[in-house]
């Protein structure tokens, strides 16, 4: 249900619906609009005068990864790029919001990991934040609302890098550097603020990064393209990246060789399907059934083992997920067939000289200061 109405809106927003009911519905939330711009407008203002004091954790370096839309561009998976160039070298402490999660209710940050890999469950800390902190089992990983405090927790525990997964909109607390994170396939929200298109930032505010990220590239001309836009508002470094497919895993965690002309079924909870839809395609696969929920929500299991009993009737012989859906599946005993998962990292396929430059410039930082 709660897909479905997303959806809906997403189409009516995109002029995928028409009539008059569409046309209405896009004049009221175009109304609707106008005051949320006007808060940002002011808000932001009041930030880039000074006149609001930040607060400026007592780390060496404090990078932000944001986007000025809200929806899938991809944050994440460039929380993690990011902080794989660090990794090996540094301490390293991930800030989440934990969206949609208990953890974001709470009055003080959880501490997901401390070094070890992830000690809560995906249930309580979000899927995105247990995801991070799988992939990085030697961060701190702190989920919660409260910015200053998580970075408070990751200053004490000597975190000498903080990574601010979508970060963009928490301006009181202070950073060295800005990523904004934008969808190749729509950049600019549909060119409106939220609820008529899904801006929250104007374009103006890609003024304050220090590097841009075109996620989603599909080839060097749209890339281009893309670019010569991006600057027009913005002197920031701009690379191009795309998901590239590591393996196919099962849950006993065997690599699944190829997809190829195999028949599955996919299911997701992510903003975006339809590029799990393609990835899946592109490795061979014939897609005979798709089950997608809203993002962040998990799975039931009745209806996933619905969904393999649909999918098998068509002569699926697996169904498959994400790795960020695959966190949140804790008991496939009821499913009738095998279940996979693709693990997926990001690619810098344009800008690599751009890439290097703007890491080698928060390197710079931390041997400056005595690390």
């Keep these: 249900m709660l897909r479905n109405l997303e959806i809906y809106f997403l189409e009516v927003i995109k002029g995928k619906k028409q009539g008059f009911l569409a046309a209405s519905l896009r004049c009221f939330l175009y109304i609707l609009s106008w005051p949320f711009q006007f808060i940002v407008a002011c808000r932001n203002w009041i930030f880039d005068r000074g006149w609001v ?61 401390k070094g070890n890999g992830p000690m809560q469950s995906a249930a309580l800390c979000g899927d995105e934040s247990f995801l991070l902190s799988q992939n990085l089992p030697k961060a701190f990983v702190f989920v919660g609302r409260n910015r200053h405090k998580a970075s408070n927790m990751a ?14 909109q928490h301006r009181r607390l202070a950073r060295d550097f800005e990523v904004i994170v934008m969808d190749a396939g729509d950049p600019f929200g549909q060119g409106y603020f939220l609820p008529r298109g899904l801006l929250r930032e104007g374009v103006k ?71 799990f839809h393609n990835t899946v395609s592109r ?45 949140k599946l804790v008991d496939i005993k009821g499913i009738i067939l095998p279940v996979a998962w693709i693990k997926m990292r990001l690619k810098v396929i344009e800008g690599d000289n751009e890439w290097r430059t703007f890491i080698d410039r928060a390197k710079s930082i931390l041997h400056a200061s005595g690390i």
């Excluded at 200053?155 to 963009?168: E, N, T, W």
């Excluded at 089950?291 to 009993?309: C, G, I, Q």
């Design 205 to 275: 505010s890609l003024s304050r990064a220090d590097l841009i990220i075109i996620n989603h590239v599909t080839d060097p001309d749209s890339f281009v393209a893309m670019k010569g836009q991006v600057q027009r508002h913005s002197s920031a470094l701009v690379i191009g990246t795309r998901m590239e497919v590591v393996d196919v895993f099962d849950f006993e965690g065997k690599i699944i060789p190829s997809l190829q002309g195999m028949k599955v079924g996919i299911f997701c909870g992510i903003a975006h399907p339809e590029y």
């Design 283 to 327: 490795q061979g696969a014939e897609i005979v059934s798709n089950l997608y929920t809203a993002d962040h929500v998990s799975f039931e299991p009745e209806m996933l083992a619905a969904f393999a009993r649909e999918c098998r009737n068509k002569g699926a012989e697996m169904i498959l997920c994400t790795e960020k859906d695959r966190v």
């Design 155 to 168: 200053a004490k525990v000597g975190a000498q890098v903080i990574l601010l997964d979508d970060g963009m």
């Design 53 to 113: 004091c930040r607060y400026y954790p007592p780390v060496p370096v404090v990078i932000s990864v944001g986007n000025i839309v809200v929806g899938g561009t991809g944050k994440t998976p460039v929380t993690l790029m990011i902080a794989q160039e660090f990794y090996q070298d540094f301490s390293l402490a991930v800030l989440s919001r934990g969206y949609r999660s208990p953890a974001e209710r709470l009055p003080e940050p959880v501490m997901l990991s």
